[in-house]
C-alpha cells in the first residue's frame, strides 16, 4: 500500500495517528470494540428471522426502527435538516441504498436458504473487497503479503465450498458473497463526506432513505400485512435488529473510522467478528460447524488478519473533533 509504510514493521499499522488525541483514540476503541458485539449478531438475528418472517416485511420494519432511533437522535442534536442538504443529497442516497437497502435485502435471503455458520464463511471476503476498493478508488498498490492473505481467505472460502454442501444452493451463496462489497462501498462513499458531515448524519441517511425505499418496495409488491406486526414474536426481533443490530452497528463504525481510520478499525473489528459470530450461532441457533468449516473458518481469520494487519492505519483519518 502507501510506501511510507515500513515493510517489516507490523506494529507500525496498528498504531493510531499520534495527531489523534487520547481521549479520541480512547472512545474510537470502545467503539471498535462494541461494533464487533453488533456485527457478530448480524448473520445471527437474520438467519433467525429468515426463518421465521417475511424477509422483506423484517428488513422494512427493521430499518423503519431504525430510521426512527436515528431521526430521534438528529432532531436532538439539531442536524436533521442535513440530510435534506442538496449538495449532500445524492452521495447520501448511494450510501443509503449501498450500505442498507442493498446488503439487507441480499444478506437475509441468502441466509434463508443457508445457515449463519456457512454466511459467516462467506462474509469473510469483506477485507477482500476493501483491498479491491482501496486500489480501484484510492490507487493504493496491494503489497505481497495482501495478494498472500487475499489467496489465503479465497482458499478458506474455496476449501469450504469443496468440501461439503455448505454453500447450496449457489445463488444463496453468491448474495451473502456479494453483501461485503456493498458495505465497503458505502463506507468509501461516506468517508468522502467526513467531515464536514458527521458519523450521526451518516447513520441518519443510510436508515431514513433506506426506510422510505423498502417501504415503497413493500407496499408496491402488497406482501404480508404490516399488522403481522403486532405479534410479539415477530416484533421483538425486528425491534432488537433495527435499534440494536442496524442502529447502534451503524453508529459504532462510524464512530470508530472517525475516531481511528477505516483500515484500523477494519483490522480491530473484521478479524474477531467471524469468531463471535460462531460463538453466537452455537448459543442462540443451536447450529454445529462442521470440522471443515472451523477449518476454513480459522485459516480466513489468519488471511483477514494479514490482510488488514497490512493496510496503513493512518489512511482515511477523519478527525475526531467533528463528533464534537
Known amino acids: 500500500m502507501h510506501s511510507n509504510v515500513p515493510k517489516n514493521s507490523m506494529a507500525a499499522t496498528m498504531i493510531p495517528p499520534t495527531y489523534k488525541s487520547r481521549n479520541a483514540i480512547a472512545a474510537g476503541l470502545l467503539f471498535a470494540i462494541s461494533n464487533v458485539t453488533i456485527s457478530a449478531l448480524q448473520p445471527v438475528i437474520t438467519r433467525y428471522a429468515a426463518l421465521r418472517i417475511d424477509p422483506l416485511l423484517f428488513c422494512a420494519a427493521s430499518v423503519m426502527i431504525a430510521a426512527g432511533c436515528a431521526a430521534a437522535m438528529l432532531a436532538c442534536t439539531g442536524e436533521i435538516g442535513l440530510l435534506l442538504e442538496f449538495r449532500y443529497l445524492p452521495r447520501l442516497i448511494a450510501i443509503s441504498m449501498a450500505g442498507t437497502v442493498a446488503t439487507t435485502l441480499a444478506l437475509i435471503y441468502g441466509l434463508r436458504k443457508i445457515d449463519a455458520i456457512s454466511g459467516v464463511i462467506l462474509l469473510e471476503s469483506e477485507p477482500i473487497y476493501s483491498l479491491v476498493l482501496a486500489t480501484i478508488f484510492l490507487k493504493e498498490r496491494p503489497s505481497r503479503r495482501q495478494l498472500l492473505a487475499t489467496a489465503t481467505i479465497l482458499m478458506a472460502i474455496g476449501y469450504v465450498f469443496g468440501a461439503g454442501h455448505?454453500?447450496?444452493?449457489?445463488?444463496?451463496?453468491?448474495?451473502?458473497?456479494?453483501?461485503?462489497?456493498?458495505?465497503?462501498?458505502?463506507?468509501?462513499?461516506?468517508?468522502?463526506?467526513?467531515?464536514?458531515?458527521?458519523?450521526?448524519?451518516?447513520?441518519?441517511?443510510?436508515?431514513?432513505?433506506?426506510?422510505?425505499?423498502?417501504?415503497?418496495?413493500?407496499?408496491?409488491?402488497?406482501?404480508?400485512?404490516?399488522?403481522?406486526?403486532?405479534?410479539?414474536?415477530?416484533?421483538?426481533?425486528?425491534?432488537?435488529?433495527?435499534?440494536?443490530?442496524?442502529?447502534?452497528?451503524?453508529?459504532?463504525?462510524?464512530?470508530?473510522?472517525s475516531r481511528l481510520s477505516l483500515a484500523w478499525t477494519t483490522a480491530m473489528v473484521i478479524p474477531a467478528v467471524p469468531v463471535v459470530s460462531l460463538v453466537f450461532a452455537m448459543i442462540f441457533l443451536g447450529e454445529h460447524p462442521a470440522a471443515h468449516e472451523l477449518s476454513g473458518i480459522a485459516v480466513a481469520v489468519i488471511g483477514m488478519l494479514a490482510l488488514v494487519l497490512g493496510s496503513d492505519a493512518r489512511r482515511n483519518v477523519v478527525p475526531a473533533k467533528i463528533l464534537t
Do not use: C, N
Open 166 to 257: 455448505s454453500f447450496r444452493p449457489y445463488y444463496a451463496a453468491l448474495l451473502i458473497l456479494i453483501t461485503p462489497m456493498f458495505w465497503q462501498s458505502s463506507h468509501v462513499l461516506s468517508l468522502k463526506v467526513m467531515p464536514p458531515l458527521t458519523p450521526r448524519i451518516i447513520t441518519g441517511a443510510r436508515y431514513v432513505y433506506a426506510a422510505i425505499a423498502l417501504l415503497v418496495i413493500l407496499l408496491g409488491l402488497d406482501r404480508s400485512p404490516l399488522e403481522v406486526l403486532s405479534v410479539p414474536k415477530v416484533l421483538a426481533p425486528v425491534i432488537f435488529t433495527g435499534a440494536f443490530v442496524y442502529f447502534m452497528g451503524s453508529f459504532t463504525w462510524y464512530g470508530a473510522i
